[in-house]
C-alpha cells in the first residue's frame, strides 16, 4: 500500500501560480503510475494529469494543458503539479492518485488504487 498526502493548495488571484505536491510512503514510489483530479462543488471528479512510472510519460486534461505540469521525484517519493495561469475555473479540491499498473500513465480515475485526502485550490477573479 502506500498513502498520499497532498499539500501546497491555497486562495490565488487568477494568473497566479501554485505549485501542489503530493508526498507518497509505504510502498515504493517509483513503482506506482500518478494522477492528479480535481473536484468542483456539485461536479464529478475529472482528470487533470497523469505521469508514468518512470516520468517520462505524461498525460493532460485539455482544459489545463499548457498551462499544468506534472512532475515527479522519485527519490524524494513526491509529485508535483505546477499550475500556472490559474483561472476561476480551475477552483476545486485537487486530489493525488496512485496506480499500481506498469503500463503509461491514464486519465481513468477507476484505475487508481489510492487516493490522498485533497487540497483546496481557489482562485479568485
Known amino acids: 500500500q502506500v498513502q498520499l498526502v497532498e499539500s501546497g493548495g491555497g486562495l490565488v488571484q487568477a494568473g497566479d501560480s501554485l505549485r501542489l505536491s503530493c508526498a507518497a510512503s509505504?510502498?515504493?514510489?517509483?513503482?506506482?503510475?500518478m494522477g492528479w483530479f480535481r473536484q468542483a462543488p456539485g461536479k464529478e471528479r475529472e482528470f487533470v494529469a497523469a505521469?508514468?512510472?518512470?516520468?517520462?510519460?505524461?498525460d493532460y486534461a485539455d482544459s489545463v494543458k499548457g498551462r499544468f505540469t506534472i512532475s515527479r521525484d522519485n527519490a524524494k517519493n513526491t509529485v508535483y503539479l505546477q499550475m500556472n495561469s490559474l483561472k476561476p475555473e480551475d477552483t476545486a479540491v485537487y486530489y493525488c492518485?496512485?496506480?499500481?499498473?506498469?503500463?503509461?500513465?491514464?486519465?481513468?480515475?477507476?484505475?487508481?488504487?489510492?487516493w490522498g485526502q485533497g487540497t483546496q485550490v481557489t482562485v479568485s477573479s
Open positions: 492518485a496512485a496506480d499500481e499498473s506498469p503500463y503509461g500513465s491514464s486519465r481513468y480515475l477507476r484505475q487508481y488504487d489510492y
Open positions: 509505504g510502498r515504493t514510489f517509483s513503482t506506482y503510475r
Open positions: 505521469i508514468s512510472r518512470s516520468g517520462v510519460i505524461t
